[in-house]
C-alpha cells in the first residue's frame, strides 16, 4: 500500500467513523420524549 | 369546511425509525456496488468525488426526504401520492407525481425479494455445508481446486447461473418445489407478514433485532480478513496489497490487447468525469434518496419528534456500513485468495458476491462459517431494505383506498409477487431484473430526485423545509443546507442526470430494440406505471371534493 492509499483510506474511514460517532453520542445523550417514556412505562414488566 | 386526516401510526423511539430507515438504505449495493466502484475508478481517488457528493447530495437530499416526509405524516398521508400532494399545494400534478413516484418502490420490490432468496439459499447452504469445495451436494462443485484456479471461478460462475435460472427461462419452475423457489416464497412472506404487523411492532422491532446481527456477522468476517496476513505466500497477495488494491489512488492498467502497462494517478482520475459520475451514482443510489422508502418511513415519525439529526444519523450509518464494513471485508480477501487477476469480476455486484466471495470462502480457513456470516448479513440487510420499499406501495393502498392492513397487504401481496414471477420466470441471463434494475433503481431515482427537489425548493418552498427541520430538532441542521439543495444539489443532479443519461442511454435503447424480455418488462413497467396514474388521478379528484365539502 503506497502512502497515497494510507492516506485515502484514513482520511475516508475517519470522516465516516467521526461522523457516525457523534451522531450515535448526539442520540443516545438527547433526552428521552414524553412519548418514549410512555412506551417504555407500556413494555416494563409488572411487579 | 375540509375534512381533518389524521396520522394512522408512528413509531415507537427514535432509535427504531433510525435503525429502519438506515437498514431501509443498507443494502447489496453497500456490501458489493461499493467495493467495486472504487476499485474500477481509481481507488483512494474515487473517494474525493465521493465523499463531495456525500455532503452535497447524500446530505441535503436525505433530510430533505425526512422533512417532506414528516409534513405529509402531520396532514395524514403517508404515501408518497399523499405526501407529495399536500406539499405541492394540493396541486393535482404534485399528487400525479407522488403517484408515479410510487412506481420505483413497487417494481424494485418485485426483484429485491428475488436476490433476498438468492441470500438466503447460499446462507443456508453454508449452513448446511453443501457449499464447501468437494463438498456434497452439488457435484459441480467437484472441479473446486485450491489455488489460483480458472476451473475453480467457472465452478462457482456455473452453480450461480443454475441457482437463479441464468440458463434458461422459466428453468427454475421445472422442478416443482425447486429450492429457489420455496425460499422466494418464504422470503415474500416474512416480509409482508412484517409489514402487515405495523410499522412499530412489525418493522421497528425487526430492524432492532437485525441491526445488530448485521454488525456481529460484519464483525467476524472483518477479523477473519484482517487476521489471515499472506494466506497464499503469492507475493503481492498479503493483506496490505488488498487493501492498496482498493485504497491506492494510482495504479497500473495493463492494456488487454496490447500488453502495455499504463499508470493512472491522482489527477488522472478526478479530471474523468465518468469518475465523478459514478462517485455521485453510488451514493444516490447507496443512500436509498427518492426511492419513497425514507418518505414514507419519516411520515410515520411523530410531530415533535426530532428528524434534523435522525436523518443525518440514517445517512451516516449507511456510509459506516458502505465504507468501513463494505470497504474492509470483500476487495481485501479476494486480493489475499485470487490476486489482482480476478479483478475484472469485481465491477459487477452479483459476481463479486455470489462467484468471487464464495471462491474466497472457499480457500478460506473455516470458510464455511465466514461464507454462512457473510451471507447471514447480506441477507439481513437485503430484507430490511426491500421491508423498506415495500411499505410504499401498502401506504399508498391504504391512502388511495381507505383499506385495513389485512386488506392492504392482501393487494399489495398479488401484486408484488406478480413481478416476482414475471422476473423469476424470465430469468435467463437475468434479462428481466436486469431491465427493472436499471430502468427503476438506476435512471427513476434520478429523475424523481429531480423532481423532489423541485417540489421542495420551488412550491414547498425552503422556509417550511426549515421549520420541519427545526420542529423537535435536537442537533439544528446548518442555514446553509437548505440554500445547498436549491442552488447546489439540484444543478447538480441535473448535471449529472443528463451526464448519465449521455453514457447509458444509447447501449440501453438499442439493447431495449434487440430484445423482447427487456421489451415486456418495460411493457409490465409501463402498465402498472399506467394504473398507478389512473389511481392516483381518482384519488386526487376524491380529496379534492374532500378538502371543499
Not at chain 2, 399523499?82 to 420505483?104: D, H, P, Q, R
Not at chain 2, 417494481?107 to 449452513?127: D, G
Amino acid at each position: 500500500m503506497t502512502i497515497g492509499g494510507w492516506i485515502s483510506m484514513t482520511v475516508t474511514l475517519g470522516f465516516v467513523l467521526g461522523l457516525f460517532s457523534w451522531c450515535c453520542y448526539q442520540m443516545t445523550s438527547a433526552p428521552e420524549t414524553p412519548e418514549e417514556l410512555e412506551e417504555d412505562a407500556k413494555n416494563k414488566p409488572k411487579e | 369546511m375540509a375534512q381533518q386526516r389524521k396520522p394512522k401510526e408512528h413509531w415507537n423511539s427514535r432509535i427504531g425509525v433510525v435503525l429502519a430507515v438506515a437498514g431501509g438504505a443498507v443494502g447489496l449495493g453497500n456490501f458489493l456496488r461499493f467495493p467495486g466502484q472504487v476499485v474500477n475508478y481509481g481507488g483512494g481517488a474515487f473517494m474525493i468525488p465521493y465523499l463531495i457528493s456525500f455532503l452535497l447530495i447524500a446530505i441535503p437530499i436525505a433530510s430533505t426526504e425526512w422533512a417532506l416526509g414528516r409534513y405529509g405524516g402531520r396532514k395524514g398521508y403517508h404515501s408518497p401520492l399523499g405526501v407529495y400532494y399536500a406539499a405541492g399545494n394540493k396541486s393535482a400534478f404534485w399528487g400525479l407525481c407522488g403517484g408515479l413516484s410510487a412506481l420505483t418502490p413497487l417494481v424494485i420490490s418485485m426483484y429485491y425479494i428475488f436476490v433476498e432468496a438468492w441470500c438466503l439459499l447460499y446462507a443456508l447452504q453454508y449452513l448446511g455445508g453443501l457449499l464447501q469445495p468437494l463438498g456434497i451436494g452439488y457435484s459441480l462443485l467437484d472441479n473446486v481446486k485450491p489455488g489460483l484456479d480458472l476451473k475453480s471461478a467457472d465452478a462457482y460462475g456455473a452453480l450461480f447461473s443454475q441457482t437463479t435460472g441464468m440458463e434458461a427461462d422459466g428453468s427454475i419452475f421445472r422442478t416443482f418445489a425447486s429450492p429457489l423457489l420455496v425460499v422466494t416464497a418464504v422470503c415474500a412472506a416474512a416480509n409482508f407478514y412484517l409489514i402487515y404487523r405495523g410499522v412499530s411492532k412489525g418493522i421497528e422491532r425487526f430492524s432492532k433485532i437485525v441491526a445488530p446481527l448485521i454488525l456481529l456477522c460484519a464483525i467476524f468476517v472483518i477479523v477473519r480478513v484482517l487476521t489471515l496476513g499472506n494466506p497464499t505466500g503469492a507475493p503481492g497477495q498479503s493483506l496490505l496489497d488488498g487493501l492498496g488494491f482498493m485504497w491506492n489512488p494510482t495504479r497500473e492498467v495493463v492494456d488487454a490487447a496490447t500488453g502495455e502497462v499504463a499508470r493512472t494517478n491522482l489527477f488522472d482520475s478526478l479530471l474523468n468525469a465518468e469518475t465523478w459520475l459514478a462517485a455521485t451514482s453510488q451514493i444516490f443510489f447507496s443512500v436509498s434518496i427518492c426511492l419513497g422508502a425514507t418518505c414514507t418511513y419519516a411520515s410515520y415519525v411523530r410531530e415533535n419528534e426530532d428528524i434534523a439529526l435522525s436523518s443525518v444519523t440514517a445517512t451516516s450509518a449507511n456510509e459506516f456500513c458502505e465504507v468501513v464494513l463494505g470497504g474492509l471485508m470483500t476487495i481485501p480477501p479476494a486480493i489475499m485468495y485470487l490476486g489482482a487477476q480476478a479483478a475484472d469480476k469485481f465491477g459487477s455486484s452479483f459476481s463479486l458476491g455470489f462467484v468471487v466471495l464464495p471462491n474466497v470462502f472457499g480457500e478460506m480457513p473455516a470458510g464455511q462459517f465466514f461464507g454462512f456470516c457473510f451471507f447471514t448479513l447480506l441477507f439481513c440487510s437485503a430484507i430490511t431494505s426491500s421491508m423498506s420499499i415495500v411499505q410504499p406501495t401498502m401506504a399508498l393502498f391504504q391512502d388511495a383506498f381507505g383499506l385495513t392492513r389485512k386488506k392492504g397487504i392482501a393487494l399489495v401481496c398479488l401484486v408484488v409477487l406478480t413481478g416476482t414471477a414475471f422476473v423469476s420466470w424470465f430469468s435467463k441471463n437475468l434479462a428481466a431484473l436486469d431491465a427493472f434494475d436499471f430502468w427503476l433503481a438506476n435512471f427513476a431515482p434520478f429523475l424523481g430526485g429531480v423532481f423532489q427537489t423541485v417540489l421542495v425548493a420551488y412550491v414547498w418552498k425552503l422556509s417550511n423545509l426549515r421549520q420541519e427541520w427545526d420542529r423537535g430538532a435536537i442537533v439544528k441542521l446548518p442555514r446553509i443546507l437548505g440554500p445547498i439543495v436549491k442552488y447546489v444539489s439540484l444543478p447538480y443532479l441535473i448535471l449529472i442526470f443528463l451526464f448519465w443519461c449521455y453514457k447509458n442511454m444509447h447501449g440501453r435503447l438499442q439493447e431495449v430494440a434487440e430484445n423482447p424480455v427487456t421489451q415486456y418488462s418495460l411493457v409490465f413497467i409501463g402498465v402498472l406505471a399506467l394504473g398507478l396514474l389512473a389511481t392516483s388521478y381518482a384519488v386526487v379528484r376524491r380529496w379534492k371534493k374532500e378538502d371543499k365539502v
